[in-house]
């Protein structure tokens, strides 16, 4: 098993997008099908979010008002997740002495997701598309 560098930290999304989140994902306690709800949990709305961020070169957006929605844990059973956030954070900055510092990795990874949520919540609100449809084309025009 591979070292957990975001182990120690929390997964931290913007509040104003909580309930949006929450709709979306399946762990929200709701009975949605994937169509409505194409997450099935809120980690894997937030990394989508950072790979729409990473793939429109979205500047990292700070944001204090937060919750927490899971402990960085998580990625312990997604490896390739974090070798991606630390690759994506290598490419955006050029730092390989920067990827020592496991939370300024994070934090740049917080910062993409955060200026991508919009993004992501505008694909997934179409109001002429189901959710998930919609998120296929959008990610399909983005190959």
Same mark, same amino acid.
């Given at each position: #098993?591979? /070292?957990?560098?975001?182990?120690?930290?929390?997964?931290?999304? *913007?509040? &104003?997008?909580?309930? !949006?989140?929450? !709709?979306? /994902?399946?762990? +929200?306690?709701? &009975?949605? /099908? @994937?169509?409505? @709800?194409?997450? &099935?949990?809120?980690?894997?709305? %937030?990394?989508?979010?950072?790979?729409?961020?990473?793939?429109?070169?979205?500047?990292?957006?700070?944001?204090?008002?937060?919750? $927490? @929605?899971?402990?960085?844990?998580?990625?312990? +059973?997604? *490896? =390739?997740?974090?070798? =991606? #956030?630390?690759?994506?954070?290598?490419?955006?900055?050029? +730092?390989?002495?920067?990827?020592?510092? =496991?939370? &300024?990795?994070?934090?740049?990874?917080?910062?993409?997701?955060?200026? @991508? #949520?919009?993004?992501?919540?505008?694909?997934? !609100?179409? *109001?002429?598309?189901? *959710?998930? %449809?919609?998120?296929?084309?959008?990610?399909? $025009?983005? #190959?």
């Amino acid at each position: #098993m591979s /070292s957990n560098p975001f182990a120690s930290f929390n997964l931290e999304i *913007p509040k &104003k997008y909580r309930d !949006s989140v929450l !709709s979306f /994902s399946q762990t +929200s306690g709701t &009975k949605a /099908s @994937a169509e409505y @709800a194409p997450f &099935k949990r809120q980690v894997d709305f %937030w990394y989508l979010a950072f790979l729409i961020g990473i793939a429109k070169e979205l500047d990292p957006e700070d944001e204090a008002d937060t919750y $927490n @929605a899971i402990s960085g844990t998580i990625f312990g +059973s997604d *490896p =390739h997740r974090i070798a =991606h #956030m630390q690759i994506a954070y290598l490419g955006r900055t050029g +730092s390989v002495e920067g990827l020592a510092e =496991h939370r &300024k990795v994070f934090d740049f990874c917080l910062g993409v997701a955060n200026a @991508a #949520m919009p993004v992501l919540l505008a694909i997934l !609100s179409e *109001p002429d598309e189901r *959710p998930l %449809w919609s998120l296929l084309d959008e990610l399909e $025009n983005l #190959m």
